[in-house]
Each structure stands twice: as C-alpha cells, then as structure tokens.
C-alpha cells in the first residue's frame, strides 16, 4: 500500500494518497487525491442529473395497467397477456430435493447460497477479509513478527464477525411461517436454521487464516487453533441471537440490543478472554498454540447452553414477534 502505484487504485489508493499527503506535508498529494475525489463525485452526480428518468410517468403507467387488470378480472373478460416468454429451467434447479424434516431449512438456505454465489458461503466479506488477513500477513513477514501475531488478526476478526452477525440466517428463519410447520422438536427447527451459519463461519475461519498463512509464510499451529477459535466465536454470535429472541422478543430496539449484546459479548468473552491469556502465561513455548483452546472451550459451551436453554422458542408463541 505504500507503493507510488497503488494511489492511483480508485478510492483505497487515493484514500492513502492523500492521508499520506497530510502526514508528509505533501501538497501534490493532498491537491491529487481531493481532485480525484471531488471529480469522481462530480462525474456521478453529472450522470445521474443528466437522464431522462420520468418516475412520475412510470408511475401512472404501472397504476394504469393495474386498472385494466382489475376490470377486466371484474367483469369476466380475459386477462391482458403481460409477458408470454417462460424462463427455461432445468428440472435439478426445481425444488430443493434434499433434506429431511428440519433440516430441510439448512438445504433451502445452501441452495439460496447458491444462486448467489458459485461457491456458496465464500461472498464478498470473505474475500474481504481474506485480502485483509493477507495484507497483515504481509507486513508481519515482511518485519519478521513472532508466531503470536496471529492473534491480532483473530482479535479483529473476531470483533469484525460481532458487527456482522447481528442479523443471521436464524433471525430471518423465525419471521417465517415454514419453521413453524414443521412437525419436529423445537430445539432440532432451531438448529437445523443455525447450523448454516455455524458452517459459514467456518468456512470463513478456514479462508481467513489459510489466506495468512499463505502470504506471511508461517506454517505454524497457532495459525490452525485460531481459526478453530474464530469458528467457536461464531457459534457464539449465532446462540446469541437466540438469546436476543428470547429475552426481547425479536430485538423490538436497535438501542436496546446493542446494549444487551454488548453485556453478554463482556459476560461471555471477558472469562474466555482471562483464560486465554493465564493459559499463554504459563503454557511452555513449545506450547503456545493451545493457548486459545480455553477460549474455543467456553466459546462452545457456552452455544450448547443457550441452544438447551432457550431451544424450546417456537413452543411459546408469545415470545415470537
């Protein structure tokens, strides 16, 4: 990033051009990475002011052809043909075809992965964080950081992942009726909805820290137990909006559920957290990358807690809104 070349990239690079240019005193910088800027944004806003978008008349031309379709419907006469070309589709892209019973909830989820990406859970925030990973890899090889370094990329990952997954596959799954309908134990619907979202952060704990190895060159355990602890923080993330569903009733105020689930991310992390840091204390060196394992420990425990706790939800429909 602090090659000349990358401050001609679109956004990022001009970005540090131009901070670079604060903190150096540079004024071609400044001047360059504002100019940039500015004439992007007046390249867009000349776009958008420039056509000739009439929405007031595609408005009274939607409310029209919605007319004609309710008269014709009243009085008996045959509906206008709106569209008469049928999307050809396959009969493997019909249905969902796999599954049994709850878990009928995880396949519906892996094929709406699908039709979004190729290759299912990885999306744009794992590659993201991937280059992100990647980036810090960089320059921890590049001055020759100690193994424990890693750590750092969990911590921010793990932080990251907590912004992230407020609102999971489970949360969209109880505004549903399916789940309901399912003839299967509350506690089985309910994880069956999670467990896509346990893989997923899976996925991206492996991608992640794989993408770091890779580029910082330090084949090492440490590298390996972190992204079993980014999996197990997850899970955690993911219980815990059961626990919101629980205790709030479906996160009824964006106020109230940032402070609720700071307090319980202080209350579950802060003994792992301890833990952690007691085990890396007095762990010999030889040893240092079990360190996180108290930390996955809890991190599962506690998921398996919250999911016997509160798995008897959809059983009380009064705490469903």
Not at 175 to 186: N, T
Request: glycine share 8%; hydrophobic share 50%; proline share 3%.
């Amino acid at each position: 990033m602090d090659s000349k070349w990358f401050g001609y990239v679109p956004v990022a690079g001009w970005t540090v051009m131009l901070f670079d240019g604060l903190l150096h005193g540079t004024f071609a910088s400044v001047f360059f990475g504002l100019a940039l800027f500015f004439g992007l944004g007046g390249i867009i806003v000349a776009l958008l002011t420039t056509g000739k978008a009439d929405y007031y008349e595609d408005v009274l031309v939607s409310t029209e052809t919605n007319y004609n379709l309710l008269k014709a419907k009243k009085e008996g006469r045959n509906l206008p043909v709106q569209n008469t070309k049928k999307n050809k589709l396959k009969d493997s892209d019909i249905g969902i075809h796999r599954g049994r019973g709850a878990y009928t909830l995880l396949y519906r989820q892996l094929l709406e992965m699908r039709r979004k990406s190729r290759f299912i859970f990885i999306d744009a925030y794992t590659i993201c964080a991937m280059v992100g990973s990647g980036i810090a890899g960089y320059y921890l090889d590049k001055y020759e950081a100690p193994d424990w370094t890693v750590y750092i990329v969990l911590a921010t990952g793990i932080y990251l992942q907590f912004i992230f997954s407020m609102i999971g596959k489970l949360k969209q799954e109880l505004s549903k009726p399916f789940i309901y309908l399912i003839p299967e134990p509350s506690i089985k619907k309910v994880f069956a909805a999670s467990l896509g979202s346990m893989i997923k952060h899976g996925v991206d704990g492996i991608a992640i820290f794989l993408a770091y190895t890779m580029v910082s060159r330090s084949f090492s355990l440490h590298n390996l137990f972190a992204a079993f602890a980014y999996t197990a923080s997850g899970s955690v993330f993911v219980a815990l909006t059961l626990l919101y569903q629980r205790l709030l009733g479906g996160q009824p105020n964006r106020m109230v559920q940032m402070l609720l689930s700071s307090m319980l991310f202080f209350a579950v992390m802060g003994p792992a957290i301890t833990l952690t840091v007691i085990a890396a204390i007095f762990l010999p060196g030889a040893l240092q990358f079990l360190c996180t394992l108290p930390f996955s420990t809890i991190c599962l425990g506690v998921t398996a807690l919250v999911f016997i706790a509160c798995g008897d939800l959809l059983d009380k429909s009064e705490l469903i809104r």
